[in-house]
């Protein structure tokens, strides 16, 4: 049983950042994987990052690619995902997951998913 719980959404200009952040109940083993996924108004889910809680290997859509940033905090059992040069696109409720290995792009690589957060990207 895992309860992943995000937090850190809202309301920021283009060019702006945002923090988004995952806590994560219980323990969460070596092996697992992080994830964040989020949904457009009217688009699919979409994979935005990943990464290993072990060693903190990461992966990133293209999309986001330099723009974004993973993170894990194991003492906190805690996910991050720091946005920065933020676009209207990226207005999307954003969702954290838990994965198994190996890292992966695919939602059903993910077992168990909180409740989203909304970030909104606006002039």
């Known amino acids: 049983q895992v309860r992943l719980v995000e937090s850190g959404g809202g309301l920021v200009q283009p060019g702006g950042s945002l923090r988004l952040s995952c806590a994560i109940s219980g323990r969460t083993f070596d092996s697992g994987v992080m994830g964040w996924f989020r949904r457009a108004p009217g688009k699919e889910r979409e994979f935005v990052a990943a990464?290993?809680?072990?060693?903190?290997?990461?992966a990133y859509a293209d999309s986001v690619k330099g723009r974004f940033t993973i993170s894990r905090n194991k003492a906190e059992s805690t996910v991050y995902l720091q946005m920065a040069s933020l676009k209207p696109e990226d207005t999307a409720v954003y969702y954290c997951?838990?994965?198994?290995?190996?890292?992966?792009?695919?939602?059903?690589?993910?077992?168990?998913w909180g409740q989203g957060t909304q970030v909104t990207v606006s002039s």
């Open positions: 997951a838990r994965g198994r290995p190996p890292l992966s792009a695919r939602s059903t690589n993910y077992d168990y």
């Open positions: 990464i290993t809680w072990s060693f903190g290997i990461t």
